[in-house]
């Protein structure tokens, strides 16, 4: 299971879980910083990630889309990427039934 974060999450999220989620990527490191929701999207479908983000966008597009790919909607105020990365490693089994649900598109973490 790979996870393909957005832009307005922080770069070092990736080492910071990559025990965890081997083979995740930010956006930058995919050349695709400043690409469009719909690019990304396509990306991760394309390449079988799950797109973590903060924005509601990838949630919508999950609604009207479907799956794949999911998306995990980060639903956290200002806070620290360790914050972050704690809340993604104290879901980590959650995270993992979810990528093998048949049935949702979008998982929302508080």
């Known amino acids: 299971m790979k996870l393909l974060f957005d832009a307005n999450l922080s770069h070092r999220l990736v080492q910071m879980v990559a025990d965890l989620f081997p083979d995740s990527i930010h956006v930058r490191n995919a050349m695709l910083a ?9 990306y ?12 509601i966008d990838f949630h919508e597009h999950s609604l009207l889309r479907g799956f794949p790919p999911k998306t995990i909607w ?3 105020g200002n806070c620290s990427t360790t914050a972050i990365a704690e809340l993604l490693r104290n879901n980590a089994e959650g995270i993992k039934r979810f990528h093998s649900d048949a049935e949702n598109s979008c998982l929302i973490l508080i």
């Open 34 to 42: 400043k690409a469009s929701d719909d690019t990304i999207w396509q």
């Open 44 to 55: 991760a479908k394309e390449h079988n990630f799950i797109i973590v983000s903060k924005d």
């Open 74 to 76: 980060i639903r956290k």
